[in-house]
């Protein structure tokens, strides 16, 4: 749904506030203490909270010196909590900041009902908040501490920034909204924005657009009030939740600095590439001078391939992404070769820059990454892209490169890259273009492990080691917060695990290893062991476990193979009384494969488990299918062996 302002303010204005002037905008709720004593959402009954109030307000002036703009951020957020164990999401505030934002002021607090009586906490010193990343994003974190069932969590926050093209807000979330509400005010005759709805298209029960005289400058006001909005339907297996949540994206279409007017309704991608090739942070940026960056060893080796990997391990070991998004740089080259950390825009045009100067034909690609939505390629513009990646054609081929992520390789990219649409920028030319993953990634787990009949525990080392995206994501993660990644086998697992060390190998996979022992992994009956030799590997069967009809495609973003292979020692005054039978299963069109293997070599059992799925995504009518393929293999990893004396 796309709403010229322009053309809604000058001929609907008029209609539009005659029907809406009844409702009131920007007026937050007075606490009530009815809603402590409320005991259930009116929208969906089981819910496990609510968003009973939240408003967002983006008030943009123009500046006289500095950056062009000022963007200021209110955002008003009421949430009852009915069920806290259901909600932990919920228990945790979250604002997010990007490079140039200033948190001004934040206000939390919370409201108890405790033996009849309302007991209230605030919160509002900034040392309380953590800085934490999510996804690559940027967030201030707080815990909210002491939330008991039936609290109403209430928070405020205003930032501000120079940033005028992010003013979006998501209308669903995984829990239901009694009323929330979008508000944009700007300057008419400075900035134009038109807006796209994405996702799932929800109409507003309330909107007040009009024009009005601020100190001698004409504004656009444009409001939309929402009612009793239902919480999203959770999917597994998707790009990312954020692709189809339906939202509220202006789509700047123009605006004038003070030293010149840029049009964004572009007519195509040529367009965008000839504003990009003649704008300083892009097409400016790219004519810098990195002559003497390359080591001469590399700039001229042999061969091109191996060359332009060469070009690319250097800009992946000496500069580092800071988790920016960004098409335009946010410094000039001089800099990020000092601070030797930059936005995915300096850190990947400056790789295309050392492949020309080696002599490659090298251009940017400008892609949406999965978290910022689906790229229209149908409708040119710099709204919707917000991720630059670099390309090498060698002998008619093109290869993909992304020096953000340190563990990935030529055509080997990120999940958050595999987005269906990017645009080829040569120069001042640019042509949309569909790529999608044809990698298969594997994973690999190998426990050995023993019985200790006499403390009931099975004890041993756990390796498990990525290939492919999976090693991509693995040591992303890995690489944001170390200790974080290692205490999560822990929690992942439910056993007791220690001596956690993680690498990225020479060839790019990465391992990690441990020791672990658990007294929940057996059963001792008499002179009896019964035992799951899978142990804490199990599938399960909550992968494919959806009730409701199936809304989108399956998409994994990569074909994969999942191996895992247990080594169990028998004691040696036991034997084996029964043992799990072997599974096999594959579909006719060879998609999905499954193998289980139970094995016993001398005083051993081995245990071979092997998943194998063809492609990267699946039509939404495969649903069906894999859940049946995982009921299977949750039923074979679920079969036990008996242990008795001798």
């Not at 409201?111 to 605030?122: A, C, G, H, Q």
């Not at 444009?222 to 939740?241: A, C, V």
Request: aromatic share 12%; proline share 3%; charged share 25%.
């Amino acid at each position: 749904m796309i709403i010229n302002t322009k053309f809604n303010i000058a001929v609907c204005c008029f209609a539009f506030n005659l029907f809406f002037a009844q409702h009131k905008f920007l007026v937050q709720p007075a606490f009530d203490e009815a809603d402590l004593r409320k005991a259930n959402s009116l929208i969906e009954k089981n819910a496990p909270a609510e968003i009973l109030y939240n408003s967002v307000r983006y008030n943009i002036a123009t500046n006289s010196v500095g950056s062009d703009f000022l963007v200021v951020k209110e955002y008003y957020s009421k949430i009852k909590i009915y069920d806290k164990k259901n909600a932990e999401e919920w228990l945790n505030i979250q604002i997010p900041i990007q490079s140039g934002t200033i948190l001004d002021k934040y206000e939390v607090k919370v409201y108890n009902l405790v033996n009849n009586k309302v007991e209230t906490i605030s919160i509002d010193k900034k040392e309380q908040l953590k800085e934490n990343y999510t996804k690559g994003l940027r967030f201030f974190k707080l815990a909210i501490p002491n939330v008991s069932d039936g609290a109403v969590i209430e928070y405020r926050y205003k930032i501000s920034s120079s940033n005028i093209f992010s003013t979006n807000y998501f209308l669903e979330y995984n829990i239901p909204v009694v009323y929330q509400e979008y508000n944009l005010e700007y300057p008419h005759d400075n900035i134009d924005y038109t807006f796209d709805q994405t996702g799932t298209i929800i109409k507003p029960d309330h909107q007040y657009i009009r024009s009005e005289p601020r100190l001698g400058v004409s504004y656009d006001i444009l409001r939309f009030g929402y009612e009793n909005t239902k919480s999203t339907q959770k999917e597994e297996f998707i790009k990312d939740p954020n692709r189809n949540r339906g939202k509220v994206r202006p789509e700047l279409k123009s605006y004038s600095s003070r030293n010149f007017r840029w049009y964004t309704a572009f007519k195509s991608w040529n367009s965008v590439a000839d504003v990009l090739h003649n704008s300083d942070d892009f097409g400016g940026y790219l004519k810098s001078n990195v002559k003497d960056i390359l080591p001469e060893d590399i700039k001229n080796y042999y061969d091109h391939t191996e060359r332009a990997n060469k070009i690319f391990k250097f800009v992946k070991e000496n500069y580092k992404w800071n988790r920016n998004d960004g098409v335009m740089t946010s410094q000039g080259l001089s800099k990020l070769l000092k601070t030797k950390s930059g936005n995915s825009a300096d850190i990947n045009l400056l790789l295309v820059m050392l492949f020309r100067n080696a002599g490659l034909e090298a251009n940017p690609i400008l892609i949406s990454t999965t978290d910022n939505g689906v790229l229209n390629i149908i409708s040119p513009g710099l709204n919707d892209v917000n991720f630059v990646l670099a390309s090498v054609k060698i002998n008619d081929q093109t290869h993909f490169y992304d020096a953000t992520s340190y563990a990935s390789k030529a055509n080997l990219l990120p999940e958050r890259d595999w987005n269906d649409f990017g645009v080829l920028i040569e120069k001042d030319k640019g042509a949309d273009f569909s790529f999608s993953n044809t990698n298969v990634s594997k994973k690999e787990q190998v426990i050995k492990a023993s019985i200790d009949v006499e403390n009931s525990q099975v004890k041993g080392t756990f390796i498990q080691k990525d290939n492919g995206m999976f090693a991509i994501e693995d040591y992303d993660e890995f690489d944001i917060n170390k200790d974080k990644y290692n205490e999560s086998f822990k929690s992942k697992y439910g056993t007791d695990i220690k001596d956690v060390e993680s690498k990225l190998n020479a060839d790019g996979d990465f391992e990690t290893q441990m020791k672990f022992s658990g007294n929940n992994l057996m059963d001792v009956v008499g002179s009896k062991i019964v035992i799951n030799p899978v142990l804490f590997l199990g599938v399960g069967n909550d992968s494919f476990n959806q009730t409701d009809e199936r809304r989108y495609q399956i998409d994994f973003l990569s074909a994969f193979e999942k191996e895992k292979r247990i080594e169990l020692e028998i004691p040696a005054d036991y034997k084996v009384a029964s043992l799990p039978k072997d599974k096999k299963i594959q579909t006719d069109d060879k998609e999905i494969a499954y193998s289980y293997k139970v094995e016993t070599v001398g005083n051993k059992l081995i245990i071979t488990s092997k998943i194998n799925i063809a492609s990267q995504n699946y039509p939404k009518e495969y649903y069906a299918f894999f859940k049946q393929a995982w009921k299977v293999i949750s039923d074979a990893e679920n079969q036990v062996i008996s242990l008795v004396k001798k």
